[in-house]
């Protein structure tokens, strides 16, 4: 992707779109979206500062969610499994059709000191968020497995695989050539939303064998 899309990140102001923003507005504009535009403002203005210590320029600026998905060609849904179904229904689903959206949405909880898989009814984050969005809307799962944390540390390469599914072939190609654009990130093709599960599932994974084993920012290599 040579040329410039406008990225969309509805709760923008949350560790993942945040960090998003810092890695990825140098290259594309970057709208970041909030329940409150003022918030959003503010992530964006601090996004650009940072990006500026660093000697970069970054295209970001902040809005509401409905306004940050409205004026993008790809969105990113950057909240909480739980608050995805409240948020999007507080969006105009016309301005999600057609679109490339973007789920790194983990749906995951805690118990007994260990994280695990929250599976949903349908299968997956992916799967259940598919049936909120206008059947145009081409939904592709990336950016899973990377905690929000390494994307702020913008002196620190990205260096991990990341999973990508969609049954859309052309939103997929779109997807894993925004990722690979990312510092030492590598997209591979993990298949159809299907199998959404298992890349999200990953997640718990990786966050289970930091805990366990004293390990910090645990991530996705597969070669
Ligand atoms: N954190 C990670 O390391 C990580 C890694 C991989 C994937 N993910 C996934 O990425 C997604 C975003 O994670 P995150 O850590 O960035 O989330 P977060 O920081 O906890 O929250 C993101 C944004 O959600 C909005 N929000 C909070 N409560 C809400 C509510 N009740 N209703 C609607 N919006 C609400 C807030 O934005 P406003 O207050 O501005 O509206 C907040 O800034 C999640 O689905 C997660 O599973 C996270």
Redesign the pocket.
């Known amino acids: 992707m040579n040329v410039s899309v406008k990225i969309g990140i509805i709760?923008?102001?949350?560790?993942?779109?945040k960090g998003l923003a810092l890695r990825i507005s140098d290259k594309h504009e970057i709208i970041l979206g909030?329940?409150?535009a003022s918030?959003?403002c503010e992530a964006a203005e601090a996004t650009v500062c940072t990006l500026q210590e660093h000697n970069c320029i970054g295209l970001c600026r902040g809005t509401s969610?409905e306004e940050a998905v409205r004026d993008a060609d790809v969105v990113v849904?950057?909240?909480?499994?739980q608050?995805?179904a409240?948020?999007l229904a507080g969006i105009d689903p016309k301005y999600l059709e057609n679109k490339i959206v973007i789920s790194?949405?983990?749906?995951?909880g805690k118990k007994d000191g260990y994280f695990f898989f929250d599976r949903p009814e349908e299968g997956s984050?992916a799967l259940a968020i598919q049936k909120m969005l206008p059947a145009s809307a081409k939904l592709v799962t990336a950016?899973?497995?990377?905690?929000?944390?390494k994307w702020t540390l913008l002196d620190e390469e990205l260096d991990y695989t990341v999973a990508v599914c969609s049954d859309d072939a052309e939103a997929k190609k779109v997807v894993m050539q925004l990722v690979s654009e990312v510092s030492k990130l590598r997209a591979v093709d993990a298949g159809p939303l299907a199998v959404s599960g298992i890349v999200e599932s990953i997640?718990p994974l990786v966050l289970n064998i930091a805990k366990f084993n004293g390990m910090k920012d645990v991530g996705v290599h597969f070669s």
């Not at 790194?104 to 995951?108: A, H, Q, R, Y």
């Not at 950016?143 to 944390?149: E, L, W």
């Open positions: 709760g923008g102001t949350g560790d993942i779109g909030s329940r409150e918030k959003a969610n849904i950057s909240v909480m499994f608050h995805v409240p948020t790194p949405v983990n749906p995951m984050a950016f899973n497995n990377i905690a929000a944390h997640t």
